[in-house]
């Protein structure tokens, strides 16, 4: 049997990691002295109240081998094989601790460690897509094959409410986070070759630059793969994330569209309000 395992940045809800028998292996935040497993130890709210009591953002760090060893030696001792997904390497040394627990364990044969070379739900997309083909039987090296054709096709973006965070994490100059809070500047972050840019910036309230921006990406979500969408948000408000769900249910496109928050890692980083559409290019 193949199970699939994935750090906690994918950002799945607990009901999508039940659903599809998915194992999560929680990576670290560090508020002061304290370190609590993403997830498991912390909520956003948390996180956030802490980073504006402290005018800086949390730390975050991979995944520990010990938890690793933990989650996944008594699967491998029951004769079960892996695939486990990390957060993109060019981001985090998560998929290297997966890969010296794989040597440390002896389970080069078992185990295969995939860079899922994303971000959020980016991962969780092709986490989600192993998952179901190990219900079907498929082998490990079948799934390894299938992800690493699917990885250039994930479309990972988002939007980001506040500069403030972005700035805290040293991705974003003081210039640059107190301009855009004076001129409502709100930046569409892609994720592309594992990696995170700007491309576009859009100006005004949050709920219309939202609109804008998924309703930029129609054509493209028109010719989606049409098994499921994510809409990936770290407490955005309600209606703005209803609104975004009914325009992808006016396109008739998707089988499922799944809305999920985002985990305390990616939260630290991108801060409240943030919303991103997450989808696999069609094939």
Known sequence: MIRIFSDSTCDLSEELLERYEITLVPLHIELGDKEYRDRIEITTDEIFAWSDANNTTPKTSACAMDDTIDLMKPVLDAGDEIVIFSISDSMSTTGNVFRLVT??????????????????????????????????????EEIVARMEMLKPKVRASFVVDTLVYLHRGGRCSSVAALAGSLLKLHPKIIVENGAMSVSKKYRGKIGKVTTEYVKEMEESLKHAKKDRVFITHSKAADDIVEEVKSYLLSLHVFDEIFVTEAGGVISCHCGPGTLGVLFIEGE
């Open 103 to 140: 040597e440390e364990l002896d389970a080069g044969d078992k185990v295969s460690v995939i860079d899922s070379a994303n971000l959020s739900t980016g991962i969780g997309l092709l986490v989600v897509e192993a998952a179901v083909m190990a219900k079907e039987g498929k082998l490990r």
